[in-house]
């Protein structure tokens, strides 16, 4: 039997997409569905990584600015872990809790996406999408989000030492996590945040 | 790694796009390598001289390329100093 044709990518929404996609695999075999999404996630990234660059990300101080968003989770696990506690009304802790909680989330809903548009997705993309250059590119890019994930981790011990040395001033267990999420939070967007930091403008 | 891509590319009305999908790479590394940003493989430079049918050291050198006029029309008072 021949595959059903995949659904334009150009004009149509991802819903759209999957709504045609769905219908067009209806009546195929496990084994046929399978190779039909195969087929449709392969056309899907090559498309998400020939679309332009957003204005957005046009020019390199923006994308700079922009790329400083996966410290957003990381600097409201600092907050929340270190400086909250230091408060005494309870209400106005619980409130500042929420709220780099939400900065947390916002940062990894809203900039990650963005992030991986300003980047045309080189952290992301399947292999056989990149040639030499970007591979070569990406792995400088992992190197340095490694190393910057190295050094985020090693504040979660640096603090551990510090609250144990002076003892009036105590992180309490729930900033503990505050802390560990920030980081895990983070280490999602860093390779996205660092490719978009380092990427170059195409010449003209 | 000097490169004469740029003038082989014009000299032939060839695109980057064009030379990009012959050689397998996306348009913006031909850029990078004409702007001497990137140093290619031996693979792809193996492949754009193969796409245009010349030896590596017409495209590629270790030294800077002397510009093409030169060769073609020499100064007359190199020819005749002794």
Request: aromatic residues 6%.
């Amino acid at each position: 039997m021949t595959q059903p044709d995949l659904p334009s990518m150009d004009g149509t929404t991802p819903v759209q997409r999957a709504r045609l996609a769905h219908e067009a695999t209806r009546d195929l075999t496990t084994a046929e569905q399978l190779g039909y999404l195969k087929r449709y996630k392969q056309e899907s990234d090559a498309h998400r990584r020939e679309r332009p660059i957003p204005h957005y990300a046009a020019t390199q101080p923006a994308r700079r600015r922009l790329a400083a968003v996966a410290a957003v989770p990381f600097a409201a696990g600092m907050a929340a872990a270190v400086l909250v506690p230091l408060l005494d009304n309870n209400e106005v802790r619980a409130l500042l809790h929420l709220a780099c909680g939400f900065a947390s989330a916002l940062a990894l809903l809203v900039g990650l996406p963005l992030l991986v548009r300003a980047n045309r997705n080189l952290a992301g993309a399947p292999d056989p999408l990149l040639d030499e250059r970007e591979l070569d590119e990406r792995g400088h890019i992992y190197t340095r989000a490694y190393t910057l994930l190295s050094l985020c981790i090693g504040v979660l011990p640096l603090l551990a030492i510090t609250d144990e040395l002076i003892q009036q001033w105590s992180i309490p267990p729930q900033g503990g996590l505050a802390l560990v999420i920030g980081v895990a939070l983070t280490a999602v967007m860093l390779p996205s945040a660092v490719s978009t930091w380092c990427w170059q403008d195409a010449p003209e | 790694l000097y490169n004469r891509l740029p003038v082989l590319r014009a000299e032939r009305s060839v695109t980057r796009a064009e030379l990009a999908l012959a050689v397998g790479v996306n348009p913006q590394t031909i850029g990078f390598l004409e702007r001497g940003d990137y140093g290619p493989t031996l693979d792809l430079a193996l492949r754009i001289c193969e796409y245009f049918h010349l030896p590596v050291e017409a495209v590629f050198s270790l030294r800077e390329f002397t510009p093409m006029s030169s060769h073609l029309y020499p100064r007359s008072d190199e020819e005749k100093s002794p």
